[in-house]
Structures are given as structure tokens and as C-alpha cells.
């Protein structure tokens, strides 16, 4: 398929969810517009008319260019970060969003799985809650790198949508560990970081340097702006 119509995609600079499809949007080279949404004031009509569930990210596709609070009536509203990844991988399918051999694009979604059902968890409760388990979050980080190949990307030296589906975890993870952000008690921290920055995370470790480098990933994070949140978000202050 190609693009048949405009693309609005609802974002906020904040969102970890919504990078992951600013930086799949970039890859393919959309012609797209970015609406960051205001959280703390929700406006009425994105609810209404884009995304019923009220979550950002979601994005129009199809129909005249327009207002983004007036999206086309015509246009197809979808949600769900992940779901939007591999919509954009099928719309785009000359981007390279996911591998063209089929072995290549089951390991880049057993990748994400990977994510979605050993990380996900155990960073939100370990940053965000009290209680929080630093073993589960490192366990999770475990499973993922073991997936890593030598060197390169997710699924080898071209940039997927596994990487676009993590990315932005891994390096929120990375910054608020090394700057002793988020919920968990301080000395819990400072175990959990010794190990991640000790021997066994060697490849994870260049992993995430390889992402930060990468300007799919800079072009959509602006670490100066997530650090002033991650710092004084009410969801990371020990009490
Ligand atoms: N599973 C969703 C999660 C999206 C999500 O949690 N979005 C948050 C911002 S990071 C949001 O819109 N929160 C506003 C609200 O719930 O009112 C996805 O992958 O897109």
C-alpha cells in the first residue's frame, strides 16, 4: 500500500508510547502531523472524535488534510501504540519496518513480547510504586538482551519495529537508574544498578548506546524536557 490520504498522529513529548510510532512515522517518512495532546486538560473533542478510550498515542489515517480537532469523518482512527507499529508497517512496506524474511519478523515480535510481558510490569510497579521489584525488572532486562543478536539492532543491523517498540523504555529505564529516579527504596537502587551496569549487561549496555545514537531515536526524544518530568512527577517521589 502507499499513503492514500493524510496522517494526524496525537502524541505527547512525554509519551514513551507515543515515540515509539514518532520514530516508525519518521522511518518510513510520512508525511504526517504531530498533535501533542494537553493531558492535563484533555480537550472534548479528542475523546469524541479520535479516540474513544482518551489514550494518546492515536492516529487518523485517510481523507483531506485537516484541522486535527476536526479529523476527517472518513478517516480511520486507531489506537493502541503497538497496533499503530504494525499498521505503519503494513501501510509502508517499502520502509523496512519490519523484515522481509518471516523468521526475521517473528524474532522482531517475540522481541517485543518479550517487553510487553517481561518488563513492562516490573518497570512501571519498580519506578512508579513502592513495591516494586528491582530482581523482576532486572530479570526482564535479562530475557530481553538474550534475544539481542552480536551486535546491531533487535533483529540485525536494520533498525525494526521491535526497536522503535522498545527503545523508548530502555532509555527512560537507563536515566532514571543512573540518576537514582523513581520510586523504589534508594538502597534497592543501588543494588539494582550495580548489576545493570556490571558485566552481565554488557550487551544490553551497547545496546542502549546504540539506540541513543541512533537519529531515529534523537530526533524524537528530547532527554533535557523527560528528565525536568521524570525529577518531579508526583508517580516517582519517595515519600
Ligand atoms: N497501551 C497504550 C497505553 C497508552 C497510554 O497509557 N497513554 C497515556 C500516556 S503515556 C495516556 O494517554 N494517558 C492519559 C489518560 O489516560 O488520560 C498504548 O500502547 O498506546
Redesign the pocket.
Known sequence: MVQNGQITLYS?P?????Q?NQIALKQAKADYTDYV?D?SA?PAWFTEKVNP??????LTYGGPKSAPENPPPEAAKI??????LEFLADLFPEAGLLPADPVLRAQARLFINVFETKIFEPFRSFFFTPDGSGTALLEGLEALQARLPPSGFAVGEHWTNADSAVAPFLVRIDLMLKNDIGKYPQSEGVKVLEIYQGPKFTRLAKYIEDIKASPLFKDTFDEETNMKLFKNHPYTQRK
Do not use: C, Q
Request: hydrophobic letters at 40%; charged letters at 20%.
Open positions: 505527547s512525554y509519551s514513551p508510547f507515543s515509539r495532546v493531558l484533555k478510550v482518551g489514550k494518546i498515542p492515536a489506537n493502541e501504540s503497538l497496533v499503530i
